[in-house]
């Protein structure tokens, strides 16, 4: 089955079950490209399986969960842009 | 020229530029779907021009962005849930 880039953002208030979301991105081999984003890819059937355990990891929870694949010729057009701590800009990659 | 849904997430060590990419996100017509990520419907060019945007204004800054072009077959593949503060869920939609 064919594999595409997954984004997955969260935005979740307490510090448990936000931990417990990221920790489970990392389970499915994600990357994490941002503090509360993570990247890589899945297949549907397994962007479908996270989805269900990141909305179980918020149960009782407050927060929101985003998923979203992004075919090859979409991820061509990704524009990315990363400065260090001087403030000197360079492009990079994302898993 | 064809308008793609298009994310915009960032992560930016100081209040100040941060403040400045997200009234930009708006300038562009972008809606905040979380903390510090917008979505909405931008040309190409639009998004370049957004780029610009938002990398001067990470100059002599610490931090990152991330632009991605979703085509409509993605966009119909985006899973996305939200809870309220009592931890109730619901699938909500995305500018």
Chains 1, 2 share one sequence.
Request: hydrophobic share 40%.
């Amino acid at each position: 089955m064919e594999e595409l880039r997954t984004l997955v953002l969260y935005d979740v208030v307490n510090d448990k079950p936000r931990l417990k979301i990221s920790e489970a991105c990392l389970d499915f081999g994600l990357t994490r490209i941002q503090y509360s984003a993570f990247a890589g890819r899945l297949t549907r059937n397994k962007r479908q399986e996270l989805f269900l355990r990141l909305r179980s990891l918020l149960e009782g929870e407050s927060g929101k969960i985003f998923i979203q694949p992004v075919c090859g010729r979409d991820a061509d057009e990704m524009l990315l842009w990363e400065t260090d701590t001087a403030g000197e800009g360079e492009a990079n990659e994302v898993g």
